[in-house]
């Protein structure tokens, strides 16, 4: 069982950073691909976005077109670590969103992903 808490969510105006964080209880991380996914507002389960996608070492990535060239994800293996730095923020980019952790790669599909987070809130003013 693999336990992942994410961190870093908040408030931001358009065109404003956030870092995202996620950090995982177990060990066995550096044996999961990784993803984010976003939940926005009124948005039922079901329709949760993927965002960003990494392998098992990192050395392999892929993004939403909604986000390409705007955010990075990377991972940290010996912390146990997962990050996405989201830059140009939009207000479209508004949502919770969440760490998850999969056997397989690539992961795109939420019904494909093993663990969830709790998800953290990132809002985007005007």
């Known amino acids: 069982q693999v336990q992942l808490v994410e961190s870093g969510g908040g408030l931001v105006q358009a065109g404003g950073s956030l870092r995202l964080s996620c950090a995982a209880s177990e060990r066995t991380f550096s044996s999961y691909a990784m993803a984010w996914f976003r939940q926005a507002p009124g948005k039922e389960r079901k329709e949760r976005e993927f965002?960003?996608?990494?392998?098992?070492?990192?050395?392999?990535?892929y993004y939403a077109d909604s986000v390409k060239g705007r955010f990075t994800i990377s991972r940290d293996n010996a912390e146990k670590s997962l990050y996405l730095q989201m830059n140009s923020l939009k207000l479209e980019d508004t949502a919770v969103y969440y760490c998850s952790a999969a056997s397989h790669y690539p992961a795109t599909n939420a019904n494909g992903m093993n663990y969830w987070g709790k998800g953290t809130l990132v809002t985007v003013s005007s």
């Open positions: 965002v960003a996608g990494i392998n098992w070492s990192g050395a392999s990535t």
